[in-house]
């Protein structure tokens, strides 16, 4: 997809200059950060400019002489001159995210990327899109939670002078979101979703035989940064909730929050314990799973987490997320590593699902994502 982006930079005039305030400069923001330095050595054009960037506790203009990732720095380090403490900071205020309205000025075309988890910045999305602000976000909170919040957000989206860009909240910038829509745009109904959509219990899963202790599996999960620096995070299930509300929502489903169900794998004992405590008893997990492997061994099937939205017997929609015992034959039984694999049954794809299958998770294609979804904006609006 990048790549033909891209060559329709190459070949037309210079797109009109997009002001960007990045939002997150942990993982993802810094891929970000990363990847525009990348496309500088590369001289690779785009018209993406950096005028402004935050975490949690410090914000700071860009100057247009100056390189982000440098400023990016001075922030995570909170020193500098120009270097402005957040009036809320820890938890940001409204004044703060003015603030950054006010940092992109009031003309031209102006794109805000979240690479935040922030409840907060979520919640003022909508705002920024209805004030003429496109919106780029790898986070999961403008869509995926309560049901107002999406419909705020879609009624923003459809006064029509603005973009949001989500491709990178589910699969980390896969094609997912954006087939939902096409087949829709094309007529068909989707009548059923089904997905790996963690990166990390995809691991886990794929790893795991019954024989090396389940929590060990997690405990190097954590150590290669797949998972959550707290597993239960992960194992709860509650991202993958988030996942699956996005994808219903894309396919015209408004569900509630609360009309998932979602098992969670972390054992009621670990639930309410400090991180580092939950952390020294994971072999709690080791047990249940040993059985849900082996009852799945004995039927020739394996273990995978899975979210699945479909109709119930009364032709309700409804969510589940959590274990399921698959076949080897089925459509999201193979793939490897921390791929995410999503089936896609709609009125053309009846039979046999549409399946969209890589890598669903990690800073650089979320990254990436992001950064196809701002440079969509900019040839939208060139
Ligand atoms: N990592 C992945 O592979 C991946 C994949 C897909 C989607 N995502 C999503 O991408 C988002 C970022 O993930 P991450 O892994 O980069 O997380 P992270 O490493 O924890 O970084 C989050 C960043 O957001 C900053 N932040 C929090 N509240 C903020 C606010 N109000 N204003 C400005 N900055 C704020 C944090 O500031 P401090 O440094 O001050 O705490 C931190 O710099 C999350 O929503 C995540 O779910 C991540």
């Known amino acids: 997809m990048s790549a033909v982006v891209r060559s329709a930079f190459a070949t037309h005039a210079p797109a009109q200059e997009v002001k960007v305030a990045l939002l997150g400069l942990g993982t993802v923001g810094s891929a970000v950060l990363d990847r525009l330095q990348q496309w500088q050595a590369q001289e690779f054009k785009h018209p993406l400019r950096i005028v402004h960037v935050a975490n949690s506790r410090h914000?700071?203009?860009?100057?247009?002489?100056?390189?982000?990732?440098?400023v990016a720095q001075q922030v995570r380090a909170g020193q500098s001159n120009g270097i402005r403490t957040l009036q809320g900071s820890p938890s940001i205020s409204a004044a703060d995210l003015d603030a950054v309205e006010s940092s992109l000025g009031a003309t031209g075309l102006r794109l805000i990327i979240d690479a935040t988890a922030s409840d907060i910045v979520a919640?003022?999305?909508?705002?920024?899109?209805e004030r003429g602000i496109h919106v780029?976000?790898?986070?999961?909170?403008?869509?995926?939670?309560?049901?107002?919040?999406?419909?705020?957000?879609?009624?923003?989206?459809?006064?029509?002078?603005?973009?949001?860009g989500d491709s990178a909240t589910v699969g980390a910038g896969l094609p997912v979101i954006r087939s939902i829509r096409e087949l829709r745009e094309?007529?068909?109904r989707i009548t059923r979703i089904a997905g790996v959509l963690s990166g990390s219990l995809a691991w886990l899963f794929n790893q795991y035989?019954?024989?090396r202790p389940f929590s060990g599996w997690v405990r190097e999960a954590g150590a290669k940064g797949y998972?959550?620096?707290d597993p239960r995070d992960d194992l709860s299930g509650e991202d993958v909730r988030r996942k699956i509300l996005i994808l219903a929502r894309s396919a015209g489903v408004a569900l509630a929050s609360e009309a998932v169900q979602v098992q969670s794998l972390v054992p009621e004992s670990l639930r309410e314990l400090p991180a580092n405590i939950a952390i020294e008893q994971l072999d709690a997990l080791d047990a249940p799973l040993k059985q849900a492997f082996a009852q799945a061994y004995r039927q020739g099937e394996v273990l995978r987490h899975l979210a699945v939205l479909e109709r119930d017997s009364n032709g309700q929609w409804q969510a589940q997320?959590?274990?399921?015992?698959?076949?080897?034959?089925?459509?999201?039984?193979?793939?490897?590593?921390?791929d995410n694999r999503i089936a896609i049954w709609?009125?053309?794809?009846?039979?046999?699902?549409?399946?969209?299958?890589?890598p669903g998770a990690g800073a650089q294609v979320t990254a990436a994502g992001l950064l196809d979804d701002a440079l969509r904006v900019a040839k939208l609006y060139a």
């Open 321 to 338: 997320v959590g274990l399921q015992s698959l076949p080897p034959s089925h459509p999201l039984a193979g793939g490897a590593g921390t």
């Open 346 to 358: 709609s009125d053309r794809y009846c039979e046999q699902p549409l399946v969209i299958q890589g």
């Open 186 to 188: 094309g007529g068909d």
């Open 123 to 129: 919640a003022r999305q909508a705002q920024w899109l």
């Open 227 to 229: 998972t959550e620096p």
């Open 209 to 211: 035989d019954g024989m």
């Open 136 to 164: 780029v976000t790898a986070c999961k909170l403008g869509q995926g939670a309560g049901l107002q919040r999406f419909e705020a957000l879609q009624r923003a989206r459809e006064l029509g002078s603005t973009q949001y």
């Open 59 to 70: 914000a700071a203009r860009v100057d247009v002489d100056v390189c982000p990732l440098t």
